[in-house]
Structure formats: structure tokens, C-alpha cells
């Protein structure tokens, strides 16, 4: 009888944790995000890089968006600007020959959201984005020794997302968001970029 008392008791604290006292506000919200960024090039056989995939090393990336929520739903404008890539490509024939590579983007994107339990204190989401991406890349070729002038590309391509997360509510105004989502930024020189993306931020519902 103890034992099913305390456990009854263990259930009713932790829904007590779980779920909220008072609904979260609906309206006008603004968002910060920053976390880190993994781009990935897929290249076509005449593309002005040879390897058929590149997986970039992470860089951090910061994001604002303004945005309304309304019950599950929420949508927004965000922009958001990553930091450059800029480091050497090796060539897998020998350490003299190598690329020199920079990769810059910068993306605007219309995000909807849909909380599961929006009133709880904790809440798992989906979301999806498309928008567009400014993408500028500049390579140089160094064989053992000798540096090739470089290549330089630029491009603006329609850009979609999708994504999952976790938004801890501190109270009906402020949420701790984390999530995880994938970004396809189309393609500079026959070669497709696309991202994955974890990030953190803070949002503020007016």
C-alpha cells in the first residue's frame, strides 16, 4: 500500500514539474540563437572541385528573428550570419598539394514552428524554414609550392530547412530554445552546400 501511495505521490510532483501553472502568452516575440554549424559541399563531376563531398569543420553562426506565436503555432523572419571557413582542403595525394578554401554564407528565412505542449515547461517542436542564402566561395590551389590564382564564386539560391527541438519555459514570457536542424543552401559552381546546424538561444514573447 506505501509503495503504491509513493508512487502515485512521485507521479504527481513530477506532472507538478512538468506542466505549467498559467498558459503561455500568445503575441509579438523576439528570438536570439547562436550555436555551431557543420557545412557540407556536394560536388557534381564538373564542379570546380574535384571531391564528390566536403565536410567543412564547425564554425559558429548567430541568428535574430522577430516572429508571432499563437497557441502551437509559431512563424517568424530570421536572419542569420555564419563565420567564415577558411583553412586548408588537403588533397589526399600528398601534403604539398592542397586547397586553400574560404566559404562564406549568410541566410534570411521564413520558419514556422509547431509546439507539441506549449503550456507545459517543457516542450518539444518541429520546424521547417525557406528563404534564401547568399553564398560566396573563393579557392586557391597550392602544389608543392606553387600557388594558383584564385577562384572566386558567388551566389543567392532559395534555401529551405527542416528541424526539431526542445523549448524549456522559464515563465509566460521568456522559453530557452535548443534544437537541431538541417539547412540546403542550393549551388555555387555545380556544387550543392548544405548544413547542419545546433544552436541555443533565448526568446521573449511581448
Not at 18 to 35: E, F, N
Not at 54 to 73: E, I, K, P, T
Amino acid at each position: 500500500m506505501k509503495k503504491i501511495f509513493f508512487m502515485a505521490l512521485s507521479a504527481a510532483l513530477f506532472s507538478t514539474v512538468i506542466s505549467a501553472t498559467a498558459s503561455a502568452r500568445d503575441g509579438a516575440y523576439l528570438a536570439i540563437r547562436a550555436g555551431s554549424v557543420n557545412e557540407n559541399m556536394n560536388s557534381d563531376d564538373d564542379s570546380v572541385y574535384d571531391d564528390n563531398r566536403l565536410d567543412f569543420d564547425y564554425v559558429w553562426f548567430v541568428s535574430g528573428a522577430v516572429g508571432y506565436r499563437w497557441n502551437y503555432w509559431r512563424a517568424e523572419l530570421e536572419y542569420t550570419y555564419r563565420n567564415d571557413f577558411d583553412d586548408n582542403i588537403p588533397s589526399g595525394i600528398h601534403p604539398d598539394v592542397f586547397s586553400h578554401m574560404v566559404l562564406k554564407s549568410k541566410s534570411v528565412m521564413a520558419n514556422a514552428y509547431f509546439d507539441f505542449m506549449p503550456n507545459y515547461v517543457i516542450s518539444p517542436y518541429i520546424s521547417g524554414g525557406i528563404g534564401w542564402t547568399y553564398l560566396e566561395m573563393e579557392e586557391k590551389s597550392h602544389t608543392f609550392g606553387l600557388v594558383q590564382p584564385a577562384q572566386s564564386f558567388d551566389e543567392t539560391n532559395f534555401t529551405w530547412s527542416l528541424g526539431a527541438g526542445l523549448t524549456i519555459r522559464i515563465n509566460k514570457c521568456i522559453n530557452i530554445d535548443g534544437g537541431y536542424r538541417y539547412i540546403d543552401m542550393g549551388e555555387i559552381e555545380h556544387a550543392n552546400i548544405n548544413a547542419h546546424e545546433v544552436y541555443g538561444g533565448i526568446r521573449y514573447t511581448f
